[in-house]
């Protein structure tokens, strides 16, 4: 048995661009699909030390849904780096001032914490609104 990987050149030639319209989601749900995505776990040809995934667009992140009563209880954490410099934000103080973050840091932390994974959040493009300046790539819209 001999295993064919796909070469770079195919991977560019193989690149889509999706756009998913956070509005219908929840906040978890989503970022699983949309980890799927950048990972290109839905081509025949995945390889974990390869980067197969497409570019993804979020759009509307301001109105993604948690459930439960995660929307008041949900805290993000960050450290300054001097003693006692711990940082909390509730989700709601997140999503009034960065909503794309939100949305960001849930698909981070699905994908690879190596070189191979911070390549793979390049391709994810996350907007607070509807519009975006990516329609020169011809976007197909995605159901999960």
Known sequence: MRTD?????????QREWFVVDAQEYVLGRMATNIARL?????????????????FVIVINA??????????????????TGYPGGSKFTSFREMIEKHPERVI????????????LGRQMLKKL????????????QN???IKF
Do not use: C, W
């Open 139 to 141: 976007p197909k819209s």
């Open 104 to 115: 960001e840091h849930a698909v981070r932390l699905m994908l690879p914490k190596n070189v």
């Open 125 to 136: 493009k996350v907007y607070a609104g509807d519009q975006h300046p990516h329609q020169a």
């Open 62 to 79: 301001e109105k993604v849904k948690l459930t439960g009563k995660k929307s008041e209880q949900k805290t993000y954490f960050r450290h």
């Open 5 to 13: 990987y796909i070469k770079t050149d195919e991977i560019m030639a």
């Open 38 to 54: 950048l990972r290109g776990k839905n081509k025949p040809g995945f390889a974990p030390h390869q980067d197969l995934g497409d």
